[in-house]
């Protein structure tokens, strides 16, 4: 172990991100119902999807499939409060408004990101990674670990953990329980949607004593601490889960949150109750228990049925309503408007560097430049989200704001460089070269939110010479046809909880069956992330990423359009909300007046 390494977390440690962090928005003047479409909330955690073949399986906002696992109407004989509410549970009761129906409440198995905002109430991780106060970098807080060593090769984590924390069901929480649960996560029979991927090359947990325990990895994995962070690894109850199955314990979560399931009517709503117990979440996040006695996510797939019913009074908070809805509350000054900006991938193009005419670093620049993400933003995305210039959002570990200055909106540097490659402008305004038109085939998925933005990147790129032609296609077909390279330009969005989410979109060996929908091989670049997600030392692989970030953007592998952000309309007797970094709310310290 490596001295300077030593994590204690009794105290929030900062962490090396990037110093860059958007402020809160003010998304004003809505007037269409974009919001939704444009929401990537259900596609979070598709790190783990890729590893487990199940590629945005998570995709699909306003669907209830999956809902198997959680289609029980009882459920709640699996959490039982230890003792009636008390004075904790004197904030009231918090009823949501959520798009679609989780797909398990077991998080070591979800692949739906939806699940996590659920889950983050009834698991705790080891270690929280939280937003800092006032927009400062984010910030390592104890958990259910007091702190952390991590090797030097970035192969072996060590945990001291809390010893006076009890689960749900009464039993006591020790490295038994953290094994349990990260064996969990790998067992076949769990069929890890996301977590799976997420661990990375996970070898084993190693119980050093009730108190200790180690979790090693066959290779380094320097992202590790940022990924157990991130939701589906929340430390499950052992009991419970030999007591009801590995597919059982979706339906019987048991965790030590500071909220205990309480029961789940099929596709009509969950309830938590407070867990009177709780006095191990972090001080950040509120001391002792929740302070609501109940916390309800109603399922209204419907997005303006959400803001009707918070107008009605029926919910006191509203996830993700369309933008005009949005507007419509900002104007009325009776709700609070709450963004949070999310880790990851910006919502964006992925430009493939192998087809004809964009195999031409000139034509991709030229595209970089042609098109304003400013005013995408403000026309068509109506504020909810902001601009977004380089391949990672700003408040992701990696970032690089150098990229993010390479292409600022520039049609006559566009111009300038299809001139230079040779592409005349007809008298229709369309480029030629050698009797082909200059023309692009742009490919989305459905349901991917990108229908309208692609239309806004057609009318800018013909503004230049360009002319496009836009298909619509299944995800499942798409995937293959992305894989195949049919495509000029695509459409992506990746959520992940640490920068080395590059290597499942920007390595080689993810271009045939993967996501490397820009067919872009570099090996200096599979290096170099490779090499960074081996180093333990934060500012060093911070700055290696960012190295990466630039070459991707020097590239022009990637036109990214816009950062996303949760959008939760609340109304006004609702206090003291925190935030997560993908995008999320947390009810900790939450409470109605």
């Known amino acids: 172990m490596t001295e300077h390494l030593n994590r204690d977390v009794t105290d929030a440690t900062p962490s090396a991100m990037a110093p860059s962090t958007p402020g809160p928005l003010n998304p004003v003047l809505l007037s269409s119902s974009a919001a939704r479409r444009f929401s990537r909330r259900s596609m979070l955690g598709l790190g783990g999807a890729v590893a487990a073949g199940f590629a945005l399986a998570a995709c ?144 084993e947990t190693k119980i050093i ?33 030999a007591k009801y199955g590995v597919t059982g314990f979706g339906n019987h979560p048991v965790g030590t949150g500071p909220f205990t399931f309480g ?3 099929a596709g009509d709503h969950l309830t938590l109750k407070n867990n009177p117990d709780y006095k191990w979440g972090p001080t950040v996040l509120g001391t002792g228990p929740a302070k609501l006695s109940e916390l309800t996510f109603r399922i209204v797939p419907d997005d303006s049925g959400r803001y009707n019913a918070l107008q009605a009074g029926q919910l006191q908070i509203a996830m993700n309503p369309p933008a005009n809805d949005i507007s419509a509350a900002s104007k009325s000054g009776k709700f609070t408007q709450l963004t949070v900006p999310s880790i990851g991938t910006p919502s964006g193009m992925p430009i493939n560097v192998t087809k004809f005419p964009t195999d031409d670093i000139k034509v991709r620049q030229a595209i970089m430049y042609a098109v304003d993400q400013e005013k995408l933003t403000k026309d068509v995305l109506f504020g909810v989200d902001v601009p977004a210039h380089s391949v990672l959002t700003p408040i992701t570990p990696g970032y690089s704001k150098p990229s993010s200055a390479l292409y600022s909106y520039n049609p006559d540097k566009a111009n300038a460089l299809l001139d ?27 349901g991917g939110g990108f229908e309208l933005p692609a239309q806004f990147v057609v009318s800018e790129l013909s503004k230049v010479g360009f002319t496009s032609n836009t298909t619509v296609q299944p995800l499942a077909t798409a995937q293959g046809s992305f894989n195949a390279g049919t495509h000029n330009l695509g459409a992506f969005g990746y959520y992940g909880a640490d920068p080395y989410l590059l290597n499942i979109w920007a390595n080689s060996d993810a271009i045939k069956s993967g996501f490397n929908w820009s067919h872009y091989s570099n090996p200096l670049v599979d290096a170099k992330i490779a090499k960074a997600n081996a180093t333990a030392a934060d500012a060093a692989r911070n700055t290696l990423y960012e190295q990466v970030g630039t070459t991707l953007m020097q590239a022009a592998m990637y036109l990214p359009l816009w950062d996303v952000n949760g959008a939760f309309t609340m109304a006004p007797s609702v206090k003291n909300v925190s935030t997560t970094l993908n995008g999320y709310i947390l009810f900790h310290g939450t409470q109605v007046d």
Request: neutral net charge; glycine residues 12%.
């Open 420 to 446: 230079s490659a040779g592409w005349v402008k007809g008298s229709d305004g369309v480029r030629t070269k050698g009797g082909k038109k200059l023309s692009l085939e742009i490919l989305l998925f459905t």
């Open 60 to 203: 699909g906002s306003s669907s209830t499939s999956g809902a198997t696992a959680a289609s029980s109407t009882s459920g709640a004989g699996a959490a039982v409060p230890s003792a009636a509410p008390v004075a904790a549970a004197a904030g009231g009761k918090l009823v949501m408004g959520i798009s679609s129906t989780p797909d398990t409440l077991d998080p070591g198995a979800t692949g739906l990101a939806l699940t996590l905002l659920i889950t983050f109430a009834l698991f705790d991780p080891l270690v929280w990674w939280l937003p800092g106060k006032n927009g400062a970098a984010s910030e390592f807080h104890p958990g259910l670990a007091t702190s952390y060593t991590v090797s030097a090769d970035a192969t072996t984590y060590t945990f001291k953990l809390r010893t006076d924390v009890t689960f749900h069901d009464g039993t006591k929480f020790d490295a038994a329980a953290v094994k349990a649960t990260y064996d969990h996560v790998v067992d076949p029979a769990t069929k890890s949607k996301s977590g799976l991927g997420a661990l990375g090359p996970y070898k």
């Open 209 to 241: 004593d009730a108190s200790t325990v180690q979790i090693i990895f066959s290779a380094p994995n320097a992202g590790f601490l940022h990924q157990q962070a991130a939701g589906n690894f929340g430390i499950i109850s052992p009991t419970a889960l």
């Open 263 to 265: 029961e789940y009517v």
